[in-house]
């Protein structure tokens, strides 16, 4: 990969990182409700997630969804309803305090956050329009893929990670305000189900 191909490659993902997204979002509100180690908890498993579908797009899988529309439809409905999911047990344990969800388990933050970035198939079909512009597709090899995802989870880690911490250094602040945040936190979640399942039909 010549430089200025990588420097495309270090624009787009900063793009797709520095996005809104629903990944972004819950690790905002997981680090302003519970601290920043659940926070980077969500933002490592989303960075792994990410990184899946990358490798998917790059070995082969891209064909498979291409050529079959209704599969995609049904990534987009098995996304969306994980979307909703998290949307609902957010706005449900929106109730909860900071005390009472500083006791929650560690373990399962990470896998939420992998989960979290395998439910939108959106990220497969951009790294399938993308990756030609900037290579050619019979050429790829490890050193290539190797760049690509070093590149890619430097910047998502960054990205999300500095959401973390603004999220816990505000904490004291927001503390009395965690419902609310939480709440809009779900709503959003929702709106992200809404717009994937909605672009199927």
């Given at each position: 990969?010549?430089?200025?191909?990588?420097?495309?490659?270090?624009?787009?993902?900063?793009?797709?990182?520095?996005?809104?997204?629903?990944?972004?979002?819950?690790?905002?509100?997981?680090?302003?409700?519970?601290?920043?180690?659940?926070?980077?908890?969500l933002?490592?498993?989303?960075?792994?997630?990410?990184?899946?579908?990358?490798?998917?797009?790059?070995?082969?899988?891209?064909?498979?969804?291409?050529?079959?529309?209704?599969?995609?439809?049904?990534?987009?409905?098995?996304?969306?309803?994980?979307?909703?999911?998290?949307?609902?047990?957010?706005?449900?344990?929106?109730?909860?305090?900071?005390?009472?969800?500083?006791?929650?388990?560690?373990?399962?933050?990470?896998?939420?956050?992998?989960?979290?970035?395998?439910?939108?198939?959106?990220?497969?079909?951009?790294?399938?329009?993308?990756?030609?512009?900037i290579v050619?597709?019979?050429?790829?090899?490890?050193?290539?893929?190797?760049?690509?995802?070093?590149?890619?989870?430097?910047?998502?880690?960054?990205?999300?990670?500095?959401?973390?911490?603004?999220?816990?250094?505000?904490?004291?602040?927001?503390?009395?305000?965690?419902?609310?945040?939480?709440?809009?936190?779900?709503?959003?979640?929702?709106?992200?189900?809404?717009?994937?399942?909605?672009?199927?039909?």
């Open positions: 990969m010549v430089l200025s191909d990588w420097f495309i490659l270090v624009l787009a993902c900063s793009a797709m990182s520095f996005s809104p997204g629903p990944n972004a979002m819950l690790a905002l509100t997981t680090s302003i409700k519970s601290g920043h180690s659940k926070g980077l908890q933002v490592l498993g989303g960075a792994l997630g990410f990184a899946v579908l990358i490798l998917c797009a790059l070995f082969g899988l891209n064909s498979m969804v291409v050529a079959s529309e209704q599969l995609i439809d049904w990534f987009k409905v098995i996304g969306s309803g994980y979307l909703l999911y998290l949307a609902t047990s957010t706005w449900i344990n929106s109730s909860k305090g900071l005390v009472e969800a500083s006791s929650e388990v560690h373990s399962g933050y990470f896998f939420k956050g992998f989960l979290l970035a395998l439910s939108n198939p959106k990220i497969i079909l951009f790294w399938i329009a993308f990756i030609p512009t050619d597709v019979s050429t790829i090899d490890f050193s290539f893929v190797l760049i690509l995802l070093l590149t890619f989870l430097a910047i998502e880690v960054f990205a999300e990670g500095g959401l973390v911490l603004l999220g816990a250094k505000a904490q004291k602040i927001l503390q009395k305000h965690v419902t609310r945040i939480e709440r809009v936190s779900a709503i959003i979640l929702a709106g992200f189900a809404v717009l994937i399942l909605s672009a199927s039909q």
